[in-house]
Structures are given as structure tokens and as C-alpha cells.
Nanobody, 124 residues
Framework: EMRMVESGGGLVQPGGSLRLSCRTS????????MKWLRQAPEKELEWVSG???????????????YYDDSVRGRFTISRDDANNTLYLQLNDLKTEDTGIYYC??????????RGQGTQVTVSS
């Protein structure tokens, strides 16, 4: 059974940092592109960032990453294929980054199965 478990969220002041993790099981993680989504209070689910998988990376090795304009330069997506884990480093957090963060298969879009999510709250 495919599982994704997000963690690492918390309460942080504006300008602060967090590192989110997504532990996966039940599928061949290295072969799959992955993404982070988030849902702010009373707003729709939105795509945040994506990363290529082994099958979609260009040439021999290399990883492609993608970011929404609202987080580019502040967030960094990465993956540890040996441990089937996806990460999202959140720096220079803003109040508008508040929401529940989910990981999912795929590079872009909001479709796909998700875990239970991890809450990120940015507040002074």
C-alpha cells in the first residue's frame, strides 16, 4: 500500500525556517517525480514545488526542480532516494506561507494521493 507521511511543520515567526519531510513507502520512490502542495485556511489546494524522478531526470543523472513564483528563492525541494524521503526546506517564511503542507506523486498540479499533511503556521 502506498503511504506518504509528512512531518516537520510547526509555529515559526516571520523570517524563520522549517524543514519538512515526507517519508514514503509502498512504491518505487526513486522512479517517481514528487511534489509539495499546500492548503491555506479557507483557500484551495495549491502546488508549491516539484522534483523529477530517476525516469524523468535529464540524461545520465541530474535532477530538475520546479517552484511556484511565490516560493522561488525561499524554498528548496530535495529528495533522498536511498531513504525514500522527500524534503522541503522553507526559509524566510512569510505569514502567507501558513497552511497544511502535503507531499504527492507527480511534478506539477494538485492531483494525486496525499498524506495527512503537516501544519505550518507563520505568525509573530
Amino acid at each position: 500500500e502506498m503511504r506518504m507521511v509528512e512531518s516537520g511543520g510547526g509555529l515559526v515567526q516571520p523570517g524563520g525556517s522549517l524543514r519538512l519531510s515526507c517519508r514514503t513507502s509502498g512504491f518505487n520512490f526513486p522512479n517517481y517525480p514528487m511534489k509539495w502542495l499546500r492548503q491555506a485556511p479557507e483557500k484551495e489546494l495549491e502546488w508549491v514545488s516539484g522534483i523529477s524522478g530517476a525516469r524523468t531526470s535529464g540524461g545520465e543523472g541530474g535532477t530538475w526542480t520546479y517552484y511556484d513564483d511565490s516560493v522561488r528563492g525561499r524554498f528548496t525541494i530535495s529528495r533522498d532516494d536511498a531513504n525514500n524521503t522527500l524534503y522541503l526546506q522553507l526559509n524566510d517564511l512569510k505569514t502567507e506561507d501558513t497552511g497544511i503542507y502535503y507531499c504527492s506523486q507527480g511534478t506539477r498540479g494538485v492531483d494525486g494521493r496525499r498524506g495527512q499533511g503537516t501544519q505550518v503556521t507563520v505568525s509573530s
